[in-house]
């Protein structure tokens, strides 16, 4: 069975860097791309960040190019969101999920994770 | 970047009637391979999303046989044939084709 947790949501400041990781089990991690995607309270899904198989591509939305960065290890199963210089409207629920074995795949985005809260404020 | 915009953001229906969900995109989401990577999801209150169809009009596993999805270009739809109470919740467009993004949602309650 397929599962992605997602873990390291919190309480931050303004400013202030966190961490988040989705530990993936359940199929073969390294060869999947991988991604994050968010919701801030009460709005809709915004695509994040994704990630190749390798670490060899990586692509972020414009709002938070710069700020954040999207790795993983392969070897953990595990995928990460280092996330710097945060800002109130970055507060959202931060989802994993699994993309396909290719960038364009049908299979992408069958599986989510239960998402993980970080709250950006004062 | 490609804009995705869903009609209605919010739909009221009663019990056993149809309802449909129009997503528009500011480009075209055919890409090179001819396929068209248009999504659809349903998300329940404090619940993760649940994709329902990809590639336009194909249903997953388990996905009951009053959804379906059409379209092709810019313009898709998605449409409940017979709105049961489950069925309450967030409907979002995706589009993969040029990196990836959401529609803004649509509420669907029971009038």
């Known amino acids: 069975e397929v599962q992605l947790v997602e873990s390291g949501g919190g309480l931050v400041q303004p400013g202030g860097s966190l961490r988040l990781s989705c530990a993936a089990s359940?199929?073969?991690?390294?060869?999947?791309?991988m991604s994050w995607v968010r919701q801030a309270p009460g709005k809709g899904l915004e695509w994040v960040a994704n990630?190749?198989?390798?670490?060899?591509?990586?692509y972020c939305v414009d709002s938070v190019k710069g700020r954040f960065t999207i790795s993983r290890d392969n070897a953990k199963n595990s995928l990460y969101l280092q996330m710097n210089s945060l800002r109130a409207e970055d507060t959202a629920v931060y989802y994993c999920?699994?993309?396909?074995?290719?960038?364009?795949?049908?299979?992408?985005?069958?599986?989510w994770g239960q998402g993980t809260l970080v709250t950006v404020s004062p | 970047d490609v804009v995705m915009t869903q009609s209605p953001l919010s739909l009221p229906v009663t019990l056993g009637q149809p309802a449909s969900i129009s997503c528009r995109s500011s480009?075209?989401?055919?890409?090179?391979?001819?396929?068209?990577?248009l999504n659809w999801f349903q998300q329940r209150p404090g619940q993760s999303p649940r994709r329902l169809i990809y590639?336009?009009?194909n249903r997953d596993s388990g996905v009951p046989d009053r959804f379906s999805g059409s379209g092709s270009g810019t313009d898709f739809t998605l449409k409940i044939s017979r709105v049961e109470a489950e069925d309450v919740g967030v409907y979002y467009c995706?589009?993969?084709?040029?990196?990836?993004?959401f529609g803004q949602g649509t509420k669907l309650e029971i009038k």
């Open positions: 480009q075209s989401l055919v890409y090179s391979d001819g396929n068209t990577y």
């Open positions: 359940g199929f073969t991690f390294s060869s999947y791309w």
């Open positions: 590639r336009v009009s």
């Open positions: 995706m589009q993969g084709t040029h990196l990836y993004s």
């Open positions: 990630i190749k198989q390798d670490g060899s591509e990586k």
């Open positions: 999920a699994r993309e396909g074995v290719y960038l364009h795949d049908s299979s992408a985005y069958y599986y």
